[in-house]
């Protein structure tokens, strides 16, 4: 509905000052989908016949199945991860100075014995070793958690540790190399040093075992691969990749002699050492440094993965010898721009970002996120030797997308950076499609497309451009339907589009502060109006026709669409307003601002409720179709972070913001830890001082000013004898059963509990089985054995004979001609109190109910029909319970109905129920009747 034509900020009628913790409480940290990797190197793990890979994302790390690189599991570990390794069924991870072991995302052992950052890890038979800042070296115990050795002199030796291996068959022996260039061959059980190799005049950066004995392979940081035997102390053979330091090096083991090398530069080489050659190269393998590479056991697969948010397996089945990629698993490589909800499912999100691409996320199935293909961009990179990042469309500045016509054509229109034409994409074929959407006249250089919207219908994209001109065209054929306005429909760039519902007006909003309404149809102008500052956000819900504006002097404007004038003014924000989102319901507006605040705005109230403020600005914010979530997107950060709506899950007081109060949350310093990868808060949900975040919090605000304010109140409502706990967290608010005698309240009992109980009959007929049961075959006849080296049969007992004869003696003081039904009904009738009954109808399934209500009996004078009256005049009368009260008299009244007649005493009790069903009809009647004509009344509205 809409809301008063009066104009307010959020500034007016000063309420109780809030604490910073309850203006932060809307909004819960749920969890970040698309990262996958970072700069970190990945391990690899071999169980069985599967392999598992395990990429590290800020403070988690994801472990993926080799197989289909599916997510199989996620744990988050508190603090940022610089290190991780795997050993059997435990993943230990190096956070600054503490090393910690994990099992299936719970720590079951931890080391932090070190003073400095631990920055190497390396699992060494049943020791774990680590290497940190301070070039100190400890060896832990896995099995007993103690330490079992250190060596400390290793600056002494002159080795600044860099990069650490155990050579194969070298007993209690590692391998340690330098910055200084030089390698050290350790014995870790005696702490001593067993020999040192010269080098070769740069520093090592990796280092990998051959498959033979007493080779090893060691990385330069001048871009130098050296494979040398430790045992005789000579060079092999010596390579040289181009493009700066080796970052891993790895060994086929499938039979084929190649070695493969990755550095900083994204690029991996293949080396052939039988012929002592470059065999081929992998050129932008990764974008930036390379975070590590596997060749997967006995396998002909190379695993790598990249800080470019990339996870990837190529295949080497290329008649040359070559390899291509098999499978990948990726997310943005630069932060993404803007982000919204696909379809009304609430399970798939769309965004673009700065590296040219459009992706899509499920948030519930992570291998079903993808990138939207542009074309065949390697084989075009390839043929005209360019870089592929270079044949992609620029950078998307606005898209809108409507899922009602996904099967059928081109659901997704893009704006990019200078292009004259929108573009149209295939979300059901992940694909670009086939259409540009370019006006007639298209030989403009300078002009771009600025804005796009598509109608709620799916069949047609309105687009803006940089000239101020605006187009209609068809989605499906492509074809111009039509411009807007004579010559150009804003005298400066049209910033934003939107449409209505019903295809009735186009909205549209420039620089020059000109709000513009458009006829869908004809394409003229039939109505304007004129704001003070240039418009930079737009935002339509289109069930109510309310229209949020984002002002470039940084207020919010809500417009009444119908009225065609401002409803609210919203002022708070400092800098830029990024963007806008309507909750479903209508009633919040979320905005983000590069301010670094996420505020939420109650439209009905006209006031603030929520303002979140966040260590990187907000870019862009969208609302879930079911109103659980919302998605934001931030400054230099690659992940799109869910938040859970707490009033959707429990029980939360909302309560507006002053102006102070909207201060007081700056000015305390408390920033919103964002949603970890794995679910949760980043950095363990503490901030800077080590206490727990707000957002972490799972109470609410002042529950003794609650209940003070609740004691005072005279309006307070009063729960009576039939309260019930119906409580969200731990000391919530507690909801009454009936919250007043003018409402009708249903029971929390699914559909299916009650609504077929008058059509048992007819669904029994239908489900009837075509053929009589078979009785099973007879089984054969055994003698039941005694355990044990000579066989024997078991005799029953005497106790067992007595108890067989007693089955066939009948027990008459056992048995009751009244069901635990009846015999409660009656108890209830006495007591005036049917609550214990309604509990055991809820409790009952539908055929147990037929058979209860069918089986009352008449023995008494109808004593047990005579209760059930009774039921149904008390309960119809306190308003609860409504539907399943109505579904047990129509059923009720359909078996007895004839019996009751035949009492006389009964049909007062008849007389009693007619007039309280009336009454109750009556009431739900004028509920709607007054509903029906307050939604009539502000939809027809001019106020």
């Not at 009628?13 to 749920?30: C, D, K």
């Not at 990069?163 to 209690?172: C, D, E, G, K, Q």
């Not at 000109?514 to 339509?540: D, N």
């Not at 731990?730 to 249903?746: C, K, N, Y």
């Amino acid at each position: 509905t809409h809301c008063c034509s009066s104009t307010c900020t959020s500034s007016h009628t000063h309420t109780p000052t809030l604490s910073a913790a309850a203006a932060m409480s809307l909004w819960q940290p749920f969890r970040a989908v698309g990262l996958v990797s970072s700069g970190v190197p990945c391990a690899v793990q071999a169980r069985a016949s599967d392999h598992f890979v395990t990429t590290v994302v800020g403070d988690a790390f994801h472990v993926y199945n080799c197989a289909k690189l599916n997510l199989v599991f996620v744990a988050q570990v508190g603090a940022s991860i610089d290190a991780v390794v795997c050993h059997g069924d435990v993943t230990f991870t190096a956070c600054g100075q503490r090393v910690a072991g994990w099992r299936r995302g719970k720590k079951v052992v931890e080391f932090d014995r070190h003073e400095a950052d631990v920055h190497t890890l390396l699992p060494f038979g049943n020791h774990l070793l680590t290497v940190c800042k301070q070039n100190m070296l400890r060896v832990f115990d896995i099995v007993t958690n103690e330490l079992y050795s250190e060596l400390e002199d290793l600056s002494a030796h002159g080795c600044t540790v860099s990069a650490v291996m155990h050579p194969s068959t070298y007993l209690n022996k590692i391998l340690l190399g330098s910055l200084e260039g030089v390698l050290q061959l350790w014995n870790i059980r005696t702490s001593t040093l067993v020999y040192t190799f010269k080098g070769w005049g740069a520093a090592v950066t990796a280092l990998a075992q051959a498959p033979a004995v007493d080779v090893v392979a060691i990385g330069l940081q001048s871009g130098k691969i050296v494979v040398h035997n430790l045992k005789f102390d000579d060079t092999l053979m010596t390579f040289t990749q181009e493009g700066g330091p080796v970052t891993g090096i790895s060994f086929r083991t499938d039979h084929f002699p190649v070695m493969a090398t990755c550095n900083t530069q994204g690029f991996v080489a293949l080396w052939d050492l039988e012929q002592r050659k470059l065999a081929s190269t992998v050129p932008n393998c990764h974008e930036g440094a390379v975070g590590g590479l596997h060749f997967l056991q006995s396998r002909p697969l190379l695993l790598t993965c990249g800080q470019d948010n990339t996870l990837k397996i190529w295949i080497f089945d290329q008649p040359d010898g070559t390899c291509r990629i098999l499978k990948s698993r990726q997310g943005h490589r630069m932060p993404p721009t803007r982000v919204r909800y696909y379809g009304d499912s609430g399970k798939q999100l769309l965004s673009v970002a700065l590296d040219r691409s459009l992706r899509s996320f499920c948030t519930v199935r992570d291998e079903q996120s993808h990138e939207f293909s542009q074309g065949s961009l390697a084989k075009r990179s390839r043929a005209l030797n360019v870089h592929v990042e270079n044949l992609k469309l620029p950078p998307t500045t606005d898209f809108a997308a409507e899922a009602i016509k996904e099967r059928e054509w081109d659901t997704v229109v893009t704006c990019h950076r200078g292009e004259l034409g929108a573009r149209t994409w295939s979300f059901a074929n992940k694909a670009i499609g086939k259409h540009v959407l370019a006006p007639p006249d298209s030989q403009r250089s300078s002009v771009a497309a600025s804005a796009v919207a598509m109608s709620a219908c799916g069949n047609f994209a309105i687009v803006g451009y940089s000239n101020g001109e605006m187009h209609r065209f068809n989605v499906q054929s492509g074809m111009h339907r039509g411009q807007f306005g004579k010559q150009r429909a804003h005298k400066s760039t049209v910033r934003c589009v939107a449409t209505d519902a019903l295809n009735r007006f186009v909205l549209s909003g420039g620089d020059e502060g000109m709000l513009k309404f458009w006829a869908f149809g004809r394409c003229v102008l039939v109505g304007r109006l004129s704001l003070e500052s240039p418009i930079v956000g737009m935002a339509l819900h289109r069930e109510s026709s309310l229209l949020a504006l984002a002002l470039a002097d940084f207020s919010i404007k809500v417009v009444d669409v119908d009225s065609k004038r401002v409803a609210r003014v919203f002022k708070g924000h400092d800098a830029r307003i990024t963007d806008l989102a309507w909750s479903p319901d209508g009633c919040w507006v979320v905005s983000s601002s590069m301010d670094a605040t996420l505020r939420t705005w109650d439209v009905p109230s006209g006031r603030l409720v929520s303002c979140v403020t966040h260590g990187d600005a907000v870019t862009s914010v969208a609302f879930s179709p079911q109103g659980e979530f919302i998605a934001t997107t931030h400054v230099d950060r690659l992940g799109i972070y869910l938040w859970a709506n707490r009033t959707m899950f429990g029980d939360v007081n909302v309560n507006a913001l002053s102006t102070a109060d909207d201060e007081a949350v700056v000015q305390q310093g408390l920033v919103a830890q964002l949603p970890s990868a794995g679910g949760g808060l980043e950095d363990g949900g503490k901030g800077d001082d080590g206490e727990k975040t707000p957002l972490g919090d799972d109470d609410d605000d002042d529950h003794d000013g609650d209940a003070a304010a609740a004691d005072t109140d005279p309006g307070a409502v009063d729960q009576g004898s039939h309260k019930r706990s119906r409580t969200g967290d731990a000391g919530g608010f507690q909801s009454p059963d009936q919250m007043g005698e003018f409402v009708i309240t249903l029971s929390e009992l699914p559909r299916s509990r009650w609504a077929n109980l008058s059509n048992l009959d007819v669904i029994r007929k239908r489900n009837r089985p075509l053929e009589p049961p078979k009785a099973p075959e007879r089984a054969p006849f055994f003698l039941t054995t005694i355990p044990g080296l000579t066989p024997s049969f078991k005799v029953g007992t005497e106790a067992d004979t007595t108890a067989l004869g007693s089955k066939h003696l009948v027990n008459f003081s056992k048995l009751n001609a009244r069901s635990e039904f009846q015999t409660t009904l009656l108890e209830c009738s006495k007591t005036q109190n049917f609550e214990p009954l309604l509990q055991l109808f809820k409790g009952m399934g539908v055929s147990a109910i037929d058979v209860e209500l069918r089986s009352l009996s008449v023995e008494n004078d109808g004593e047990q029909l005579s209760a059930m009256l009774q039921l149904f005049c008390t309960e119809l009368a306190t308003g609860r319970n409504f539907e399943l009260l109505q579904a047990y008299l129509d059923l009720f009244l359909t078996a007895h109905g004839d019996v009751i007649l035949q009492f006389p005493h009964l049909h007062d009790q008849l007389k009693e129920l007619v007039a309280v069903q009336q009454t109750t009809w009556d009431k739900i009647e004028g509920l709607f009747d007054h509903n029906l004509c307050l939604l009539s009344f502000f939809k027809s509205s001019t106020l």
